[in-house]
């Protein structure tokens, strides 16, 4: 069993930063692969940031955010992080932290939420313009 629980959310001024984490906890061993998403109101879940984790080389940021947001992580505390700048209106999202042992058939941490089995209740981040 895998928890992950996110913190770091609130509101902020377009221009803004936040910094995003997800603690996991319980059976973390084997998870190759860590991400965040987001998602709007009326819109599908999208990858924002993917990395492996367990001696993996996948570091996948959307084109929306490459540039502004980074992923990282602390294996040590079993802690992935987002830090987000410049966040634009368009941010605004709910933000979910997901993890899983599963890649595609090159090896690579999948960018949809369709590789994923783990997920966290979400934390909300709104942009004000």
């Known amino acids: 069993q895998v928890q992950l629980v996110e913190s770091g959310g609130g509101s902020v001024q377009a221009g803004g930063s936040l910094r995003l984490s997800c603690a996991a906890s319980?059976?973390?061993?084997?998870?190759?692969?860590m991400g965040w998403f987001r998602q709007a109101p009326g819109k599908e879940r999208e990858g924002v940031a993917v990395?492996?984790?367990?001696?993996?080389?996948?570091?996948y940021y959307a084109d929306s955010v490459k540039g502004r947001f980074t992923i990282s992580q602390d294996n040590a505390k079993n802690t992935l992080y987002l830090q987000m700048n410049s966040l634009k209106f368009e941010d605004t999202a709910m933000y979910y932290c997901?993890?899983?042992?599963?890649?595609?058939?090159?090896?690579?941490?999948?960018?949809?939420?369709?590789?994923?089995?783990?997920w966290g209740q979400g934390t909300q981040v709104t942009v004000s313009s």
């Open positions: 319980g059976y973390t061993y084997n998870l190759g692969c």
């Open positions: 997901a993890a899983d042992s599963l890649t595609d058939w090159r090896g690579r941490c999948y960018q949809e939420r369709h590789g994923y089995s783990h």
């Open positions: 990395v492996s984790t367990g001696g993996g080389s996948t570091l």
